[in-house]
């Protein structure tokens, strides 16, 4: 049974019984519309619906189709939890970020960032063992890459695969225990990185602060990437050339007097495209959501920090990793990939 979120701190697991079930409504938040476009990807009367709550801190969304479940991130207990609508939630993965046997100093030990390979199999950003690794049949990790021109990464943080299987992700420095001051610290900048699917591994930017979650266009001619820094809180678009390479970043929007305004209630940070080329990106209070052309349509508003979002279901439905919470809100578009 769900127990009210007053009590989500004694509890190290609350499941919700599935949001269809009348007995047990739930909602949070608001949907904040800016534009009159934004009626047609989020309908009026959209809810936000809790689905679960007792964790630390959720990440990384991403929908199994073959087991008709979310499978998320919980970073500071090093799991990663899987929920469905039958069976509630349930561990998927522990250790997830974290393997080694002394224990973590840090705050965020475990995997982050989620995504499956053209094959099938799930890979992981992994925080505390600073790579990023894929899970075999048996439940153990291959290393697909952790060092860049011989210098472990800080820790790899959001990723995603182009149709080719090209592998883009993010590399800030939030694993670390002691973060940008942390002695054990290799890199003197905070990467965004392609790794080929041949193997080959390019810094692509080393000019965000944070760089954080991260996104290709529908076309894959564009490459999204927040930065997570209160002090220039943005989206940039980053043109992929022809060679691979990146062009001059394009500024999509700055949420830095947000976060002035709202502290402590989340930075950019995950985000995701719809088919349509529609930016859905977390950062202060829930999700913004930019037209292709960068217009802010609107927003999901969760009144808390909100991690990341991912579609699931049919493709219709964004789940939000808010805070302490799974969350949902059912759209009227789909995600890219459906």
Excluded at 97 to 126: H, I, M, R, S, W
């Amino acid at each position: 049974m769900f127990r009210p979120l007053a009590g989500l701190a004694a509890l190290a697991l609350a499941v919700a019984a599935p949001a269809e079930d009348p007995k047990l409504p739930m909602t949070i938040g608001s949907i904040d519309r800016k534009d009159p476009t934004f009626d047609a990807l989020v309908p009026k009367d959209a809810k936000i619906e809790v689905l679960a709550g007792g964790f630390k801190w959720t990440e990384g969304p991403l929908w199994d189709k073959k087991g008709n479940a979310l499978l998320f991130t919980d970073i500071p207990n090093n799991r990663i939890v899987r929920w469905s609508a039958k069976d509630g939630v349930s561990d998927f993965l522990k250790p997830s970020g974290y393997t080694g046997k002394e224990p973590f100093k840090g705050a965020e030990p475990g995997a982050n960032g989620l995504a499956y390979d053209k094959d099938g199999a799930l890979v992981l950003c992994q925080h505390g063992d600073r790579r990023i690794a894929r899970l075999k049949a048996d439940k153990t990790f291959e290393t697909v890459v952790d060092k860049y021109m011989g210098k472990r990464f800080n820790s790899p943080n959001d990723l995603v695969f182009a149709k080719n299987g090209d592998l883009y992700f993010t590399d800030p420095p939030y694993g670390l225990p002691e973060q940008m001051k942390d002695p054990r610290k290799e890199l003197d900048f905070q990467g965004v990185y392609k790794l080929s699917a041949k193997g080959e591994l390019t810094l692509l930017t080393k000019e965000l602060s944070r760089p954080n979650g991260i996104a290709l266009s529908p076309d894959e001619r564009t490459l999204y990437v927040a930065n997570s820094d209160p002090e220039k809180a943005i989206w940039v678009a980053f043109p992929i050339n022809a060679d691979g390479t990146l062009g001059k970043g394009k500024l999509v929007h700055d949420a830095t007097a947000d976060v002035r305004a709202s502290p402590n209630k989340g930075l950019p940070d995950g985000l995701k495209v719809d088919a349509k080329g529609n930016i859905f990106a977390t950062a202060v209070n829930g999700v913004y959501v930019f037209a292709p052309d960068h217009t802010l349509l609107g927003r999901i508003v969760t009144n808390d920090k909100t991690a990341n979002c991912g579609w699931g279901d049919d493709g219709t439905v964004l789940y939000l990793c808010t805070n302490d919470k799974l969350t949902r809100v059912k759209t009227s578009t789909k995600g890219l990939g459906w």
